[in-house]
């Protein structure tokens, strides 16, 4: 990923990664430290947010590793989202580098529809869904759901170092 120099009237020259062009579906702005996506829930936009996801906090200086872990991290979520309120549901991402690593936050309409952990153990074999968000406890320990200006987010923090 290429960055930019970018410099105005009381601004300091920061480099930041170069987002791609912003289409129909998907709308892309910098945010401090990473972006911010408005998108219409389809496979494009799921794919151009988790490659965004995987490459602009390493633009950063975040570990690879760490990028990688956000990339499934907000894969689930995207997933758990269209499951919750639907196909095309219009969805805000937010993910940007931190002082302890990477801070992901997806928003969707659904205010009423927390996520719930399965009460089924992730390796039964009368599993049949629900294991994502067993690997988010561990991948992202302390996420959580709170109201927000569009219904709700879901706010994860993945560990890792600059």
């Keep these: ?16 990664p170069v987002l791609p062009a912003s289409v129909p579906g998907v709308y892309l702005r910098h945010r401090a430290g990473g972006f911010v996506a408005h998108i219409t829930a389809s496979e494009f ?9 995987a490459s602009v906090p390493v633009g950063y200086g975040v570990g690879q590793d760490t990028a990688d872990t956000a990339e499934w991290v907000v894969s689930e979520l995207l997933g758990n989202s269209v499951r919750a309120c639907g196909d095309h549901v ?21 205010v009423d529809l927390p996520p719930r952990r399965s009460a089924v153990a992730m390796d ?9 968000l067993g690997l988010l406890d561990m991948l992202a320990p302390g996420w959580d ?13 993945i560990a890792g170092s600059k």
């Design 1 to 16: 990923m290429t960055t930019l120099t970018v410099s105005g009237p009381g601004t300091m020259v920061a480099d930041r």
């Design 45 to 53: 936009a799921f794919s151009t947010v988790r490659g965004l996801t």
């Design 90 to 110: 219009p969805l805000v991402v937010e993910v940007y580098v931190t002082g302890c690593g990477i801070q992901v936050n997806v928003h969707d309409p659904a």
């Design 124 to 132: 039964s074999d009368t599993a049949e869904s629900g294991r994502g």
């Design 145 to 157: 759901s709170a109201p927000s200006p569009v219904g709700k987010q879901v706010r994860c923090q």
